[in-house]
């Protein structure tokens, strides 16, 4: 390794017990002195010549075996000597290889050379991760910032795990204990819960039946990521030391479960029109679409902020640098309101903006529902939200176009529909053989050009996941937030509110949009008051239900008891029958309810206030339901009283 590889680690503090502190080799770990740049010539003898570059598409000719999706570096040649470009095989055919590299190309030539690793891309897996800024390729972003400045300089890559970081060891197996891959050894506190210290996932492969024996583990005490934890033995006798980390491919869907099971159970998101009409159950999926500006980017925040689950992951594949940077520096001020902590310290983060390299979108996805399919394997609820999954099919796009396969509609790949599906099924809940359950819920924004929802990579999307949030540019521009489509979303999974009510808000909803229509054409005079009461009604539950203040503290954030007694009285009002004889009264009253029940929005369920305004919107003498027909229009100071009566 020249002068620009990352400094090789100190060792780990010795104690007196020179064993305890003994450190495992980063060959057994798992993940080799990839992390350091330059690979050596003993470990990496499989060595093949450039013999063509297009873009960051190098193709390849090997003499030994590669195969897919191994990792693989470009040497090159500069004069402060060689760097090493880090790249992936795409694709082999007879003795040629195309490889997409994640750095920049500029520089290498046909017959530089490239040696590949016979790994495949993994992710690191261990505790640290939490609270952490990762890139696509899993470099801590502050690690390398604090090092390399501002810019990132290419063929640097940084260990994903602080290897210096002491963690508090407690152990819950006992030598001579039968384990299987997945079965925890012992645990570290990280964030607000206990991060298990797993037998390693691949351990599993090529054995018959998958149990070792525990010969020896460490004491409770402190401990880095790197240390000796545990001895295992298999039935053929061969023992296997085993630290804190482990690695495992990121397109490869993680094993140690015992079985699926169907998401059942809704993920409270305290959104009311996501809870209520489109809810997303905990291990299910959802997709955001909708158009530049429409605040898909908000409705994935405000989720991660409110949902009820243990762990967020966030990737940022290829959006705007502002709105990640907005998240970088928003997270670790937002108070999570279950531990009244930052919210931070239950959050990942993958980052990869537009301006970084197009072929790590893919990488960061995959990054992301790894590390996301890891903590469901501690028996935790994760969300792992992807924006946006359409610059990761660009690059999918891009890619395919110089591989020169056949296109498909707009020139997308044809087996975009394959690999948006594969991503979405390793969300789910399964039971791990423990007996405890863990989810992975999967919500990834779509940005449709023009919001377009019928072009290929939003019907894809659309093919294989749970819930349908569809954002529209008009109810954005009328700052109706969220702007969710009521009648064009959809959700196939249970809602927290009674099914009965649901369907007489959502008739209300449909008809009001044809009245609304109709009055387009004919005006509010050619319309029938009975009409125009519908109208009046839908729009009561829009202003009133379906829209949130995201910046009040009650209204922003309803709880699923919240939403059930709030829309049984929804509900109850708009099946009332009005007997209005003029519009204009009719409108009034309208109007007068949907302020009352907006102020409603705003007391606190446990206050005394709450009761009083939920019987006044139900029982008060301005609500009751007929007018006497001959009764008089009210004069102007009168009804100037009556609106601003609350």
């Not at 080799?32 to 000719?61: F, H, I, K, M, Q």
């Not at 790994?119 to 690690?143: H, K, M, T, W």
């Not at 008891?561 to 003029?582: I, N, V």
């Amino acid at each position: 390794m020249n002068d620009q590889s990352t400094a090789p680690e100190e060792p780990a503090a010795q104690s007196a017990d020179a064993a305890d502190n003994e450190v495992l080799p980063e060959a057994e770990q798992g993940g080799p002195s990839r992390w350091e740049g330059v690979p050596s010539d003993d470990l990496y003898a499989n060595e093949a010549r450039v013999v063509g570059v297009n873009g960051n598409l190098l193709t390849v000719e090997f003499e030994l075996p590669v195969i897919q999706n191994e990792v693989a570096y470009a040497i090159l040649r500069t004069p402060e000597g060689e760097l090493d470009l880090k790249a992936e095989v795409i694709r082999v055919r007879g003795r040629y290889a195309d490889l997409q590299v994640f750095e920049d190309t500029g520089g290498l030539a046909v017959g530089d050379r490239v040696r590949f690793t016979g790994e495949l891309l993994s992710v690191e897996l261990g505790p640290g991760l939490l609270a952490r800024i990762f890139d696509g390729l899993q470099n801590p972003l502050e690690d390398m910032a604090a090092e390399l400045g501002f810019f990132l300089g290419r063929g640097r890559y940084f260990k994903p795990l602080d290897r210096q970081k002491l963690w508090d060891f407690t152990p819950v197996a006992k030598p001579g204990d039968m384990l299987r891959p997945g079965d925890t050894i012992g645990t570290v506190p990280e964030s607000v819960f206990d991060h298990r210290i797993m037998v390693p996932f691949s351990f599993e492969a090529g054995e018959d039946d998958g149990n070792y024996r525990l010969v020896e583990i460490k004491p409770a005490g402190s401990y880095t990521v790197n240390q000796n934890m545990a001895v295992l033995e298999d039935e053929h006798g061969e023992r296997r030391t085993i630290s804190m980390i482990q690695t495992w491919p990121v397109k490869i869907p993680l094993r140690g479960y015992t079985e699926r099971l169907k998401p059942a159970e809704p993920m409270v998101t305290k959104v009311r029109i996501i809870d209520t009409f489109f809810p997303v159950a905990l291990g299910g999926t959802y997709c955001v679409p909708g158009p530049f500006g429409a605040g898909k980017t908000v409705i994935q925040q405000i989720t991660s902020r409110h949902a009820r689950v243990d762990v967020v992951v966030l990737a940022a594949c290829g959006e705007r640098a502002g709105e990640v940077v907005e998240t970088i520096r928003t997270f670790p001020e937002l108070e999570d309101p279950r531990t009244g902590r930052s919210l931070m310290e239950r959050t990942c983060i993958i980052c990869n903006t537009s301006s970084m390299p197009v072929a790590a979108r893919e990488a960061s996805v995959y990054t992301a529902v790894t590390i996301a399919e890891y903590y469901r394997q501690m028996g935790l609820n994760v969300l792992l939200l992807a924006d946006s999954t359409s610059r990761w099919a660009q690059a999918l796009r891009e890619m395919s176009g110089r591989l020169e396969e056949i296109p498909g509609e707009e020139a997308f790949p044809a087996y975009l529909e394959s690999v948006i599906a594969s991503f979405y099924e390793r969300g789910g809940v399964v039971r791990l053989r423990d007996g405890s359950r863990g989810s992975v819920t999967i919500g990834g924004t779509v940005s449709p050009a023009g919001g377009n929802f019928e072009e290929p990579v939003t019907q894809s999307t659309l093919k294989v996941v749970g819930a349908f949030h569809g954002l529209s540019r008009e109810r954005s521009d009328a700052r109706r937030y969220p702007a969710i489509e009521p009648l064009e979303s959809w959700s196939k999974y249970t809602s927290v509110v009674d099914d009965k009510q649901l369907r007489t808000a959502r008739q209300v909803l449909a008809k009001g949009r044809e009245v609304g229509q109709m009055m387009k054409v004919l005006g509010e005079e050619g319309t029938p008051i009975e009409d125009f009461i519908i109208y009046l009604k839908s729009e009561f539950l829009d202003s009133a239900y379906l829209q949130q203040d995201a910046y009040d503290k009650v209204d922003g954030a309803s709880d699923e008891e919240r939403q059930r007694r709030m829309f049984a009285c929804m509900t109850e009002l708009l099946e009332r029958d009005y007997g209005f004889d003029s519009k204009d009264r009719a409108r009034r009253f309208f109007q007068r309810l949907t302020q009352s029940y907006r102020d409603w929005n705003r007391v606190p369920m446990d206050s005394p206030e709450f009761t009083s305004l939920e019987e006044k919107l139900l029982n008060r003498e301005e609500l009751r339901e007929e007018k006497p027909s001959g009764e008089r229009e009210p004069r102007p100071a009168q009804q100037a009283e009556e609106v601003g009566d609350v």
